[in-house]
């Protein structure tokens, strides 16, 4: 047990389907973080959240919407993805956001494969 | 742009060796570093950090040292063990929301 859940842990869907990704941590962590992780690439930061509060959107495409309705819960809305969003989404907590206390705890990601 | 960059993919090692992960870094304006780890189907869990003001940190068999001037830094395991066999991505902060990992580097410690 990670501390950090996501769900689903596979995700297969069409370019005009609609899908939301759910992340949830048990950690007590004020912080959430949304990461794509590409094959053979960096781990991209999409999003931010301190405080419920977003803090950081690495311009990230608006077909990715997130929602973060308390410092427990991260949310990933989907919609009308490209086959190049195909990736793993991996979500993060960390107790703050100062360089002393931002080491970040990760899901077990969301395999996302877009048809 | 890439500020963090592991330029090698993968290391095997034998068992009871040294590892030496290398990671360079382009932005002079990191001030903290991490190094985690990966096994397949989890996400990645925390190794070890350093900060700027520092060189060398230690925990156990596994060790991080820093060279500002160069901008690179390096995790050297030893001895390595089967279990380490895992992706190793190398990360770095300047001291606000945004971390910056590398693309990670495959190590193999064969038995």
């Known amino acids: 047990e990670t501390g950090v859940t996501q769900t689903p842990r596979h995700l297969v869907m069409g370019m005009t389907n609609k899908k939301s990704l759910k992340c949830e941590q048990h950690l007590g962590h004020n912080a959430m973080y949304w990461y794509k992780q590409s094959a053979k690439k960096p781990l991209e930061l999409m999003f931010v959240?301190?405080?419920?509060?977003?803090?950081e959107n690495n311009s990230v495409p608006s077909r990715f919407s997130p929602e973060c309705p308390n410092s427990s819960h991260l949310f990933l809305h989907l919609h009308t993805l490209q086959p190049e969003d195909s990736a793993l989404y991996l979500c993060?907590?960390?107790?703050?956001?100062?360089?002393?206390?931002?080491?970040?705890?990760f899901g077990p990601g969301t395999r996302l494969t877009v048809l | 742009d890439q500020q963090v960059k592991q330029n090698s993919p993968s290391l095997s090692v034998q068992e009871g060796r040294i590892s030496i992960l290398n990671c360079d870094y382009t932005?002079?304006?990191?001030?903290?570093f991490l190094w985690y780890k990966k096994y397949p189907a989890e996400g990645p869990t925390f190794l070890i950090s350093i900060s700027s003001i520092k060189d060398k940190n230690e925990d156990g068999r596994f060790t991080v040292f820093l060279n500002k001037s160069a901008k690179h830094l390096s995790l050297h395991i030893v001895p390595s063990q089967p279990g380490d066999s895992a992706v190793y991505f190398c990360a770095a902060s300047a001291g606000n929301n945004d971390m910056r990992f590398g693309a990670g580097t495959r190590l193999t410690v064969k038995p």
């Open positions: 959240y301190n405080f419920k509060e977003q803090t």
């Open positions: 932005n002079s304006m990191f001030d903290y």
């Open positions: 993060a907590s960390s107790l703050g956001t100062s360089v002393w206390n931002n080491e970040q705890f």
